[in-house]
């Protein structure tokens, strides 16, 4: 049985954001089924001031309980203690290609989404085990107080990409210090920047494969 992809997304939280990355695949393949996108955060710490709007939106457009968050910033200043060098580093889940998290989940509340490729919860199976939070090696997950279901950052998978827009962090940063897009996408603002700046990720080691990239 042959689905209409653009339908079945449609359905999905993938929702407008995807349907503009479908376009420019399909403009330059012509069997295109069973396309996923391999969606990808990069931060530039280079234009972060520090001011903390990514985390208010972050919170208030997820709901996030007051005192909790799903990212952060860490501030990270020079040995010398020069107060105009100071530089930020986003702190939040990675969400890794083999995912520790996903691996350990014994509910399968923890998932990687099959339409975007991106780790996320089902709160609806979530048992409080904390196995996820215990398997994750960015210490970044947490139980929401509220849903008592653990949480982490799926770049807004089921708010603002559900209606085509891009990560509320992504749209309230003063500084376009982070960017978002799709990697399989060569015109993509993501792939263009990672082709043309140097980058790091954290803790490669691990053999999580992070999808969040920090440019140096």
């Known amino acids: 049985m042959t689905i209409d992809r653009r339908k079945f997304l449609a359905g999905t939280a993938l929702g407008a954001v995807t349907a503009v990355f479908l376009d420019k695949q399909e403009a330059k393949a012509g069997n295109v089924s069973g396309y996923n996108a391999r969606f990808a955060m990069i931060f530039d710490q280079n234009k972060c001031v520090g001011c903390g709007a990514c ?5 208030e457009t997820n709901h996030v309980p007051a005192g909790q968050l799903r990212m952060t910033l860490e501030r990270q200043s020079p040995l010398d203690g020069t107060p105009g060098n100071r530089k930020y580093v986003r702190v939040s ?6 995912p520790p998290c996903v691996r350990v989940c014994p509910t399968g509340a923890a998932h990687i989404d099959p339409a975007t490729n991106i780790v996320t919860m089902d709160n609806s199976r979530c048992v409080g085990c904390k196995y996820c939070i215990a398997g994750c ?9 509220e849903t008592k279901a653990a949480e982490n950052c799926d770049f807004c998978l089921h708010t603002k990409l559900a209606i085509g827009e891009q990560p509320a962090c992504v749209a309230d940063c003063i500084g376009r210090a982070r960017h978002f897009g799709d990697l399989d996408d060569p015109n993509s603002e993501v792939s263009r920047l990672l082709a043309s700046r140097e980058y790091t990720q954290l803790h490669t080691e691990f053999g999580t494969k992070p999808s969040v990239y920090y440019l140096v």
């Not at 985390?55 to 919170?59: I, M, T």
């Not at 090696?137 to 107080?145: D, G, H, L, S, T």
Request: charged fraction near 25%; aromatic fraction near 10%.
């Open 55 to 59: 985390k208010e939106a972050c919170s």
């Open 93 to 98: 889940c990675q969400q890794c290609s083999e």
């Open 137 to 145: 090696p960015y210490n970044v997950r947490f139980i929401n107080e």
